[in-house]
């Protein structure tokens, strides 16, 4: 028990002397000491913190926002076969550039074009019944309804004809676009069914750019809105303009989607790729910009210090776009203002502080 009784006595001397030696550090802090992290010094004439700041002034201010986004291409589709079939001809050489309407892929037809040839037939012959039974109705030979059933026979041959030119059309696959097609995935001899990829085909002059932008942007960009980007591989910068917006704002992000369109005259650009884009928001006129590290994140808001008869008074702003080292001040500063860019952790209302002003 004794052993005890000394064990808890020494642990309450050593707790009362790390409570002492507290007090006194602190007391040594608020009589003359830095804050630990700050700038500021404090005079050793006591004329107050020495701390430097700006002097406000206006600027003009551009806004540029800088985000990703894809490369796509203005068109693209997987040519597919709409039958099946034996592939009798390939007429396109991998990787080249195709016409709209020109034939890439022949698909065997011998068998549609039999029935073709039958469907013809009999709609010759129907054609010329018809036409026998017109003049006998003429002559009052038969009634009309018998008239009437030979037409109509007619024109279901008509119909069963264009059918099957549909269906002998569908065997040859053209191109629905101009554009580059890629690597071809058949071979001549090969039975091709709707679900075998034939090849990709892609319209990439112009591409389009795909991105987004949170919404609190939305208002200031536009339709023909110029953009610049560039990708990685290629120190060249490219241009395009916005020509459309998403009408409604995602919900599960809160940005708003936003194509652009790039010339592409040399396939430069590929679809799929990453591009890192700065777009034009506005221009804004007598500008107020002030260090980043002026400002100082508070509960509700955001306040910096301002320097009035040697004195530090805290200020509260609103704020608008953030550069690398700048910030936009919407409200709360005025010109000639001095805002006091260090010491700000150090920093009391109403303390003494000797300013060195900055080029700004």
Do not use: C, H, W
Not at 145 to 171: C, F, G, H, M, P
Not at 185 to 195: E, K, R
Not at 324 to 350: E, F, H, Q, Y
């Amino acid at each position: 028990m004794k052993k005890r009784y000394i064990f808890y006595l020494v642990l309450a001397l050593g707790l009362a002397y790390l409570v002492y030696y507290r007090i006194t550090e602190n007391k040594k802090i608020e009589g003359g000491g830095t804050a630990g992290g700050s700038k500021g010094t404090k005079d050793k004439s006591g004329a107050g913190l020495n701390v430097d700041g700006i002097v406000v002034k206006t600027s003009d201010f551009s806004s540029n926002l800088e985000i990703t986004g894809s490369i796509e291409a203005n068109e693209a589709v997987t040519l597919r076969s709409e039958v099946a079939g034996l592939v009798t001809g390939i007429y396109f050489k991998e990787g080249s550039n195709v016409s709209k309407g020109t034939t890439l892929v022949k698909i065997n037809d011998r068998d549609i074009q039999a029935q073709l040839k039958e469907a013809l037939t009999r709609q010759n012959l129907s054609a010329s019944n018809e036409n026998r039974a017109k003049q006998l109705l003429e002559k009052g030979a038969i009634s009309q309804e018998e008239y009437d059933t030979s037409q109509a026979e007619l024109q279901t041959l008509k119909s069963q004809v264009q059918l099957i030119r549909a269906q002998l059309a569908k065997t040859s696959i053209v191109a629905p676009f101009s554009g580059k097609i890629g690597l071809r995935n058949i071979s001549v001899g090969g039975y091709l069914t709707p679900s075998t990829v034939i090849a990709n085909l892609l319209s990439i002059n112009p591409v389009k750019i795909g991105f987004s932008i949170p919404e609190k942007y939305v208002s200031q960009l536009k339709t023909n809105s110029s953009i610049s980007f560039n990708i990685d591989g290629n120190n060249k910068t490219y241009t395009g303009k916005v020509f459309a917006i998403e009408p409604g704002i995602n919900e599960q992000t809160r940005t708003l989607q936003i194509k652009a369109l790039a010339p592409n005259a040399n396939n430069e650009l590929l679809p799929g790729s990453f591009a890192k884009i700065k777009l034009s928001l506005s221009v804004i006129k007598d500008a107020i910009l002030i260090p980043t590290e002026a400002v100082i994140p508070v509960l509700k808001g955001k306040v910096v210090y301002i320097t009035k008869n040697g004195k530090a008074q805290q200020v509260p702003i609103e704020t608008g776009t953030r550069t690398a080292d700048r910030i936009l001040v919407l409200s709360g500063l005025n010109v000639g203002d001095t805002v006091l860019t260090t010491g700000a952790m150090a920093l009391k209302p109403d303390a003494a502080v000797k300013v060195k002003i900055a080029n700004n």
